[in-house]
């Protein structure tokens, strides 16, 4: 039985990747693989940070959060694909694609806002370091977590509200391979208008704001490394960012590929590509990444294993 009175459709079918037949197993073991790094990456990043004191700062305390995302939003589509992939069953009920729906945007969101509370973490860093321990004090920190978890958790019940009050009456096939929003407009039988309207302020708010404010600090990051005299000391001081700008620049990279066109425009493919990007791909780089580029997250993690042998 479907949520809303509206609603016909008790079912949606995910076209997922049915028109590669022959690749099912090749990307069941790729997917499977993904999910297994990404889970362990990142659970070991927020053991390591809980278990360790000298990573309880603000930037460890934001890249805690992140990885906390990240396992919600590869957990929420993974497990969805790769029984489609081993059963041959590509059915999700209106409740599934609706809780799905809900916590991939929550989790999607609340990443593009947390890179930019990120990037301003950083930039006082490098641009204030004598104030640095007052201006993102622990409180602040807080404030800006929470502000990040619960401003998306409203951007997504907006959005998943506004899903559930559209009729789907007709065709049920999603040309992705989880619920998305412009595929699942596509399918709706009546107005979409207020749905396209939302995700268009959406996507201004969290995708050119937030990518503003990003290139904002770093431009003022790379203003202030540019003038320490030492090479080390510029080297220092970019290290501390690097592995940051890199996460950012992949995230917002394959969002603008996939979601900076109207509706109308909706290319599957192109969409299905982009999501392989940011629900797989990124949540499993993003642990590798602050890994390897991190000495403090690397000793941390040595700790971590040395502790677990004994």
Same mark, same amino acid.
């Given at each position: 039985?479907?949520? *809303?009175?509206? *609603?016909?459709?008790?079912?949606?079918?995910?076209?997922?990747?049915?028109? &590669?037949?022959?690749?099912?197993?090749?990307?069941?073991?790729?997917?499977? *693989?993904?999910?297994?790094?990404?889970?362990?990456?990142?659970?070991?990043?927020?053991?390591?940070?809980?278990?360790?004191?000298?990573? &309880?700062?603000?930037?460890?305390?934001?890249?805690? !959060?992140?990885?906390?995302?990240?396992?919600?939003?590869?957990?929420?589509?993974?497990?969805?694909?790769?029984?489609?992939?081993?059963?041959?069953? !590509?059915?999700?009920?209106?409740?599934?694609?609706?809780?799905? @729906?809900?916590?991939?945007?929550?989790?999607?969101?609340?990443?593009?806002?947390?890179?930019?509370?990120?990037?301003?973490?950083?930039?006082?860093?490098?641009?204030?370091? @004598?104030?640095?321990?007052?201006?993102?004090?622990?409180?602040?920190? %807080?404030?800006?977590?929470?502000?990040?978890?619960?401003?998306?958790?409203? !951007?997504?019940?907006? &959005?998943?509200?506004?899903?559930?009050?559209?009729?789907?009456?007709?065709? %049920?096939?999603?040309? &992705?391979?989880?619920?998305?929003?412009?595929?699942?407009?596509?399918?709706?039988?009546?107005?979409? $208008?207020?749905? *396209?309207?939302?995700?268009?302020?959406?996507?201004?708010?969290?995708?050119?704001?937030?990518?503003?404010?990003?290139?904002?600090? $770093?431009?003022?990051?790379?203003?202030?490394?540019?003038?320490?005299?030492?090479?080390?000391?510029?080297?220092?001081?970019?290290?501390?960012?690097?592995?940051?700008?890199?996460?950012?620049?992949? $995230?917002?990279?394959?969002?603008?590929?996939?979601?900076?066109?109207?509706?109308?425009?909706?290319?599957?493919?192109?969409?299905?590509?982009?999501?392989?990007?940011?629900?797989?791909?990124?949540?499993?780089?993003?642990?590798?990444?602050?890994?390897?580029?991190?000495?403090?997250?690397?000793?941390?993690?040595?700790?971590?294993?040395?502790?677990?042998?004994?």
């Amino acid at each position: 039985m479907a949520i *809303s009175n509206h *609603s016909q459709v008790t079912e949606f079918i995910l076209q997922g990747f049915s028109e &590669h037949p022959k690749l099912w197993l090749l990307l069941f073991s790729c997917f499977f *693989s993904l999910y297994v790094v990404a889970l362990t990456g990142n659970v070991l990043i927020i053991t390591a940070i809980i278990l360790n004191p000298s990573l &309880h700062s603000p930037m460890y305390f934001f890249l805690f !959060n992140l990885a906390t995302m990240d396992i919600i939003c590869t957990s929420s589509i993974l497990p969805q694909v790769l029984e489609g992939l081993l059963t041959e069953k !590509n059915t999700i009920s209106y409740r599934g694609c609706m809780t799905q @729906l809900y916590f991939l945007i929550w989790s999607a969101s609340s990443e593009l806002l947390l890179f930019t509370v990120m990037a301003y973490d950083r930039f006082v860093a490098i641009c204030h370091p @004598l104030h640095y321990s007052t201006m993102m004090n622990k409180t602040l920190c %807080n404030v800006l977590a929470a502000g990040v978890w619960l401003i998306c958790a409203f !951007n997504s019940s907006i &959005h998943t509200g506004l899903m559930t009050q559209l009729s789907f009456c007709g065709p %049920n096939v999603i040309t &992705h391979f989880f619920c998305e929003i412009p595929p699942l407009l596509l399918l709706s039988c009546t107005s979409t $208008y207020i749905n *396209s309207v939302m995700t268009v302020i959406a996507d201004a708010f969290y995708g050119f704001i937030n990518f503003l404010l990003t290139l904002v600090s $770093y431009g003022f990051i790379i203003s202030s490394i540019l003038k320490i005299r030492t090479s080390e000391g510029k080297k220092r001081a970019f290290s501390t960012c690097s592995s940051h700008l890199i996460v950012v620049s992949m $995230y917002y990279t394959a969002v603008f590929y996939a979601y900076i066109s109207p509706i109308c425009s909706y290319d599957p493919e192109r969409s299905k590509l982009a999501g392989v990007l940011y629900t797989m791909l990124s949540p499993t780089l993003n642990p590798l990444i602050y890994t390897l580029r991190n000495n403090e997250v690397k000793m941390a993690l040595r700790k971590l294993f040395l502790t677990i042998r004994k």
